[in-house]
């Protein structure tokens, strides 16, 4: 849903332009390509529809308020407690880049985000290279290496299964959970 509003918006001020439409310049960040099955690329352009205005101290407090809201209120509970308390400690000490980077971050969906997170799938290299994101993924496998034991974790690559103690009550079910 977030990606069809994008779309729209992008068309809309493509419209509203008088320059001339070029299929090489896009402003949506997940990029479909047509081949069998359905894969995500993400471009690593930094042309983000976000205006960045870090001029005077108002605009600085509402841009960061803003991010900050997105990153708290974004639907899915654990992106919303491990990406919001990222940045609610970091985003004051972040330059035009940073913010930048964290604006690329926000715009990943958030299945996606998360398994590239988690270290359940691979993330594209465009991701791998923006600095907010391996600063949270790092932030999550520390606290998942601290926290978690290791039998009740995947291996890396393979997506999590349920690791609640129901599980067991049945005969034959396993010790732990996530197994």
């Known amino acids: 849903m ?3 509003r994008r779309a729209l918006i992008s068309a809309h001020r493509a419209l ?3 320059n001339s439409i070029s299929p090489t310049h896009t402003h949506l960040r997940p ?3 047509t081949g069998g099955l359905v894969q995500r690329s993400y471009s ?3 042309t983000s529809n976000l205006h960045i205005d870090l001029s005077n101290e108002e605009s600085k407090r509402r841009l960061c308020n803003r991010l900050l809201y997105r990153s708290k209120q974004r639907g ?4 919303d407690l491990v990406l919001g308390k990222w940045v609610e400690d970091h985003i004051h000490s972040m330059d035009e880049n940073g913010i930048k980077a964290l604006v690329d971050v926000l715009d990943v969906e958030n299945p996606d985000l998360w398994k590239w997170l988690s270290g359940q799938e691979q993330p594209p290299e465009a991701l791998i290279t923006n600095p907010v994101f391996t600063a949270v993924r790092s932030k999550v496998t520390n606290n998942l290496d601290s926290f978690a034991a290791p ?3 995947t291996t890396p690559g393979n997506p999590w299964v349920r690791g609640w103690d129901d599980i067991k009550k049945y005969k034959g079910g396993p010790i732990t ?3």
């Open 2 to 4: 977030a990606s069809l």
């Open 16 to 18: 509203k332009s008088s």
């Open 31 to 33: 990029q479909y390509s």
């Open 44 to 46: 690593t352009d930094n």
């Open 76 to 79: 899915f509970l654990e992106l």
């Open 151 to 153: 039998e009740t974790r």
């Open 177 to 179: 959970g996530n197994q």
